[in-house]
């Protein structure tokens, strides 16, 4: 993924958090029934204000002019009896915004993408793409970086079939042709996703250090420091108190750490 950022970049403590509506779609596939024409390949969305027939782009080399990650959610998530996947919404610690998730895999993956991004806006489930041979694919999430957008979906490769790859080269084929990224995101386990869960959990302002504990904290860990430690440096009798701190930067990538091993006292933190 391009735009790998290790700034401290904060969101303003005084920004209200963006209450988006709930996911309005009707339909899992709302577009089943539209077909291209001449060939052409396109990109169905709607924004909030849209009309009721929503935006449209033919993929025919003119450019794209539209903001896709401001679009509402194109589609609704499959409903079914004893469904095991849960969608509910997460906070982008960047932005503020609050974002649809159909799984905890994919609310996995928004921390993902946070973590190693510098989002400044994220739709989910943004649009529809119909491709050639009457195919439609929704991406998971179109995210807005400094480097320009990044088209993303996110799949466990162990259960993903041909149709679904030739799926995803597609929409990478169509989404270079706009300009824009793309990539997959497969999921976490073990000890990273454990890590990156904790993490996560303290990536929003109230958490961030500010500059001159920052300043100190970096300083310390110019070298491999214990967690534990290095807290204690902070202050011997109360180091306990700046974890928050430090949890945030190394959310933010400001330090890093070995995610593959448990996180604890004794993890080594270093700048990253």
Request: with cysteine.
């Amino acid at each position: 993924m391009d735009d790998i950022s290790g700034e401290n970049t904060t969101t303003d403590p005084t920004q209200e958090f963006q209450y988006l509506r709930r996911n309005r779609a009707k339909s899992s596939h709302p577009y089943r029934n539209i077909s291209i024409k001449d060939g052409f390949e396109e990109v169905r969305w709607r924004y909030p204000e849209s009309a009721a027939l929503g935006e449209m782009h033919v993929v025919d080399g003119t450019p794209f002019t539209g903001d896709i990650t401001r679009a509402i959610p194109s589609r609704a998530g499959y409903k079914y009896p004893q469904r095991i996947n849960h969608d509910g919404y997460y906070v982008v610690g960047q932005t503020c915004e609050q974002v649809w998730y159909e799984s905890m895999t994919e609310y996995v993956a928004l921390m993902q993408i946070e973590h190693s991004m510098s989002v400044a806006s994220i739709a989910s489930q943004p649009c529809c793409c119909l491709l050639r041979g009457e195919m439609a694919h929704y991406p998971d999430y179109a995210v807005r970086t400094a480097g320009g957008i990044i088209v993303i979906d996110v799949r466990d490769m162990h259960f993903t079939t041909l149709r679904d790859i030739a799926k995803f080269n597609r929409t990478g084929n169509l989404c270079k042709q706009l300009g824009w990224g793309y990539a997959v995101i497969e999921p976490l386990f073990g000890y990273e996703r454990h890590n990156l869960v904790w993490l996560a959990g303290y990536r929003h302002w109230y958490a961030a250090p500010d500059a001159d504990l920052a300043g100190r904290i970096i300083k310390l860990a110019a070298d491999p420091t214990a967690l534990m430690d290095l807290a204690r440096e902070l202050d011997a009798n109360l180091g306990w108190r700046h974890l928050p701190a430090i949890f945030h930067l190394m959310f933010k990538r400001v330090l890093s750490y070995d995610g593959s091993r448990p996180l604890d006292d004794d993890t080594l933190i270093w700048k990253a």
